[in-house]
């Protein structure tokens, strides 16, 4: 049997074989994924908690300051933090029930939680969610 050559590739299939080897030769085996970091021990999230209380009676005074002379009040503050792992605020968001708050309460409220030390964590990321009730009856 003579084989004649003439430079033409003449199956698809052993072109399509030829192909997938030499992509599996080049790909080589899939990278190892990392293992997930560890979550935040509850150690480490009681000091969280012991930060935020820390700080609750100056974010009231931030929410009195703003009623004027209101005499009965009541202020919702719910808190979404997110801390990298050494303890530095990375995004906040505050919202407040009612939101009819001033400008100032929010530049105060946002001081204090930038100005609050929390602790290092194992984490990259942390995220926090608190709640406060203030009012005067």
Same mark, same amino acid.
Do not use: H
């Given at each position: 049997?003579?084989? *004649?050559?003439?430079?033409?590739?003449?199956?698809?299939?052993?072109?399509?074989?030829?192909?997938?080897?030499?992509?599996?030769?080049?790909?080589?085996?899939?990278?190892? *994924?990392?293992?997930?970091?560890?979550?935040?021990?509850?150690?480490?999230? +009681?000091?969280?908690?012991?930060?935020?209380?820390?700080? +609750?009676?100056?974010?009231?005074?931030?929410?009195? /300051?703003?009623?004027?002379?209101?005499?009965?009040?009541?202020?919702?503050?719910?808190?979404?933090?997110?801390?990298?792992?050494?303890?530095?605020?990375?995004?906040?968001?505050?919202?407040? +029930?009612?939101?009819?708050?001033? +400008?100032?309460?929010?530049?105060?409220?946002?001081?204090?939680?930038?100005?609050?030390?929390?602790?290092?964590?194992?984490?990259?990321?942390?995220?926090? /969610?608190?709640?406060?009730?203030?009012?005067?009856?």
């Amino acid at each position: 049997m003579r084989v *004649r050559y003439d430079g033409a590739v003449r199956s698809p299939l052993l072109l399509a074989v030829v192909l997938t080897l030499a992509w599996l030769a080049f790909a080589g085996a899939p990278p190892k *994924r990392k293992a997930p970091p560890k979550p935040v021990s509850p150690e480490l999230r +009681e000091l969280i908690a012991k930060a935020l209380d820390d700080v +609750e009676q100056q974010v009231g005074g931030c929410v009195l /300051e703003g009623q004027g002379g209101s005499l009965v009040w009541t202020k919702v503050v719910k808190l979404s933090l997110t801390l990298d792992s050494a303890g530095k605020l990375m995004k906040s968001k505050v919202a407040y +029930e009612p939101d009819d708050v001033s +400008e100032s309460v929010r530049k105060c409220v946002d001081a204090v939680l930038a100005a609050t030390p929390f602790p290092k964590t194992n984490a990259p990321l942390t995220n926090i /969610e608190r709640t406060w009730t203030f009012s005067m009856r």
